[in-house]
Nanobody, 127 residues
Framework: VQLQASGGGLVQAGGSLRLSCAAS????????IGWFRQAPGKEREGVSY????????FYAASVKGRFKIPRHYARNTVYLQMNSLKPEDTPTYYC?????????????????????WGQGTQVTVSS
């Protein structure tokens, strides 16, 4: 399994970006994609999640209402639409994947659940 994250860049506060995560190596839709972010010196935190088998999505409280994984996505590519960006949304974003059906609500933020990780893509939000 390989993951390729892209779409990061520089944007002003209040602006939007769309990140992409292209997943290869999955032979069915029974897998999950998680988006995480990590600022220098801080722990990695879960941002959002989607179950590819049933389309269920979860979001961190800090991004709920601003970030969205669009319902329509290309096969094996998951997007993270980020709107109303704030300077605190700045860190490096990673996508991660795991095989299997939907995770329970409390589990999607746990890094250990995801054995596959892509390289990060940097998002910088200027104030």
């Amino acid at each position: 399994v390989q993951l390729q994250a892209s779409g990061g860049g520089l944007v002003q506060a209040g602006g939007s970006l769309r990140l992409s995560c292209a997943a290869s190596g999955f032979t069915s839709d029974v897998y999950n994609i998680g988006w995480f972010r990590q600022a220098p010196g801080k722990e990695r935190e879960g941002v959002s999640y989607i179950s590819m088998s049933d389309g269920s999505t979860f979001y961190a409280a800090s991004v709920k209402g601003r970030f969205k994984i669009p319902r329509h996505y290309a096969r094996n590519t998951v997007y993270l639409q980020m709107n109303s960006l704030k300077p605190e949304d700045t860190p490096t974003y990673y996508c991660a994947a795991r095989r299997g059906y939907r995770l329970v609500l409390s589990a999607w933020v746990e890094e250990k659940r995801y054995p596959h990780w892509g390289q990060g893509t940097q998002v910088t939000v200027s104030s």
